[in-house]
């Protein structure tokens, strides 16, 4: 009787213990990233970018491509840390799904002309910066220091203490009209698009050692 009660107890000690090991098992293989070159880790946050965004056009997938990787290009010459890395990627499908010559906002116009113009739909106003809306390198370069302009604005009178939160406050300041009291707790539309890539991004960690150099932003190992 003692020796069915012993068999008993270890039999149940084994089926609590097995099922929670491989529980702790699956968990750790999703923390592991998965270890990519540069140009693989790119190519990989680019093809997600479409991927998730509802206003590329089939027809213009390889466009849009190519784009995405231009788009990237100017953020790693703009030194955009890896914390909001792909935040062009984001806005650029909101604004014209990668479409570089796309032109829209009529209904603002008395004669229906558009008002925005470009990649990332910028208004008249940026011309006498010299921006070119049509090009490119030349407007997301442009979108992109106008944020970072604004994040030791907002970071003032926001009281900011969150880098993510002043990157965030900056961006929908940036990208909208001037507000007396501010935009400190608002948010861009593009952010929940954005937010999507940081998540796949954490899925990636770009292999490199001590002599490679700037890692423009990406999550590295040695």
């Known amino acids: 009787m003692l020796r069915l009660l012993s068999y008993i107890i270890v039999i149940s000690l084994v089926l609590v213990v097995i099922p929670d090991s491989h529980s702790r098992s699956r968990k750790t293989a ?8 540069h140009e693989e880790y790119d190519k990989l946050l680019v093809h997600k970018a479409i991927e998730i965004c509802r206003n590329v056009s089939s027809k213009h997938i390889d466009r849009s ?13 703009a030194d955009i840390p890896h914390l909001m890395y ?11 799904g990668f479409n570089e010559s ?6 603002f116009s008395k004669k229906r002309k558009p008002k925005a113009i ?10 006498k910066y010299g921006v070119d809306r049509m090009n490119l390198e030349s407007s997301a370069s442009f979108w992109l220091r106008h944020i970072v ?11 900011t203490r969150s880098e993510i939160k002043n990157w965030r406050q900056a961006w929908v300041t940036a990208i909208r009209a001037p507000k007396k009291t501010g935009r400190c707790n608002e948010t861009p539309k593009h952010w929940r698009m954005f ?10 960690t770009v292999k490199t050692d001590k002599t490679a150099g700037s890692t423009h932003g990406h999550k590295t190992t040695n």
């Open 30 to 37: 999703r923390k592991e990233s998965k270890v990519v070159t």
């Open 65 to 77: 491509r190519r784009n995405a990787h231009r788009l990237l290009k100017v953020e790693k010459q």
């Open 86 to 96: 792909g935040m062009t990627l984001a806005a650029a499908c909101s604004e014209s």
């Open 102 to 107: 796309a032109k829209g906002d009529h209904k």
């Open 118 to 127: 470009g990649i990332l739909q910028l208004w008249p106003w940026v011309k």
């Open 149 to 159: 302009r604004q994040k030791r604005i907002v970071r003032r009178r926001c009281k």
């Open 195 to 204: 937010l999507k890539l940081q998540k796949f991004q954490k899925t990636l």
